[in-house]
């Protein structure tokens, strides 16, 4: 990472560091804290104040909004991982496991309503722009993770619902981030538009690698356990090419694979079947599209070249990465 | 109640009836018409049109601000019945009992955000405004809420802690309804602060009547169970003034009541205790003190008296209920 982009790290890390210090009951702020001190790549402020620096170098006033965005991301794992009943989040207790439920239920909610203020700040004739961005992209969200409960229950997903889904639980937040700082900067409609579109189609693509990644990643190097969604079934662009792929023996030889007891030979038998139906190579196609749109629009935006080799360069190493 | 009364109620619940009809998943938004449907006074909605009906009669516009508390209100209800492991609300199963807990949670944010969505409609040049004002008030709520569980813990709350426990969790939200009800209709600033104050003194003033109504109110008109609240052993106002006032051999005769298996005898034995030492009238003597602030804070309200009749009328039958 260049320098400009380790000191916008550095500032985002240190205003997180300087909020909710005080206030009080400390049994509603402290968990608050402890959720964002835990880390994370902090890939959406950075990418909402590189969007703003193609308009303006100065980001200061973008950082609240910034920060809003992160909050909301970290607000809506707090309450995912009670739903998924996660212990761990970051290799450390999630929230509702180091305190309880209803204080992850609670300060929850309170990061919640806390987003609206961030976003308030220094907004100024943009604020009910940004909150209706906002608001419209935080119930996408929302609308997203109900779908994506929905599919546990559902043997009949296309592939056209996953893409949906991942598209609004998980894309559509980056693509606000990149639009709304690029109108904290300045951005024109056209120019906001593109931005939120680059953000989506990248977003989209991340995922997708993601899934690839959680089987056929490199073990050493993946951070996570490799073969988890197999393990948990989850129902992921790999497993629904596979189904859309395979003949009648094969769907029947994928159903016995997850019904192995052992996790191991779970997850290799099912593995065997995704190469064998090349589902890899097939969900790589659908990555690549969408990372060719998302480029696009990067490209349509009216700024200079230069000034967009920050937001490309970020872009780039998230998928150089292996974990 | 009079016409115009009965006139905004019936505009609320049609407008209510019309929210939420077609959006998808069903799975995320049936929860919410469910909840919204089961009906409850809607003080705050109420109070908030009236609040502007102070300074123009037409309420068409403040109609979606007045929907939001109303959503915001059922919101929190649906949060704090997970966290109470509540399985009724107004006598039928709630949202968590009726679909389950991560419905309940997750319907729960995006009304949260929605109530942001309907506050943004028709506020035109005071959109910040009264975001800002709400915000302020819903995180007072949630931590109101957040005392109230702390306070189960907790052996040395005194009635001050408990005053701006009720003050933050109930009545807030209803210096906010007059308030922004105020603002949508043109009140000035020190009338909008007065209408604010008005809600939120008339507010400790219903929850203390609740608290006296839940122990001595007529079990043939009292909706809930008389005695609800010390067969839970909570803290309420009439609970704290008891222990405020006993001698030694009263609190130790108060806690042995308290532990009383049987749930008549102990609601029996704590309210024969509560009568000894006269707490229905001290704490009817709190009630009045706020009752009396709220009405000071009305009057000092700058319209013609006779504008401020049905708000009048309005809070003057809340206090003379006896459920």
Redesign the interface.
Known sequence: MNENIQNILFDIEQYIDNQFKTN??N??YEPIRYIMSLGGKRIRPLLCILASQLYKTDYQKVIPSAYAIELFHNFSLV?DD??DNAPLRRGLPTLHEKYDT?TG??S???M???V??YL?KNADNQ??NI??IF?KT??EV??G???D??FEKSNSIKIADYLKMIELKTAVLLGAALQIGGILGGANDSDAKCLYQFGVNIGIAFQIQDDILDTFGDPTKFGKKVGGDISNHKKTLLHLLALQNANDFQISRINKAYDHEEEQTKIQSVTAIFKELNVQVLALEYQQNYYKIAFDYLEKVNVDKNKKQDIIQLATNLFNREN
Do not use: K, R
Request: glycine letters at 4%; a negative charge; hydrophobic letters at 40%.
């Open positions: 009080q009951p049994s509603l309450h009670i739903m209803n239920i609670l929850g909610d309170v919640l309503i806390y609206y203020e308030l604020a009910t909150i209706s608001n935080s119930i929302c609308e993770q109900q779908m409960m929905d």
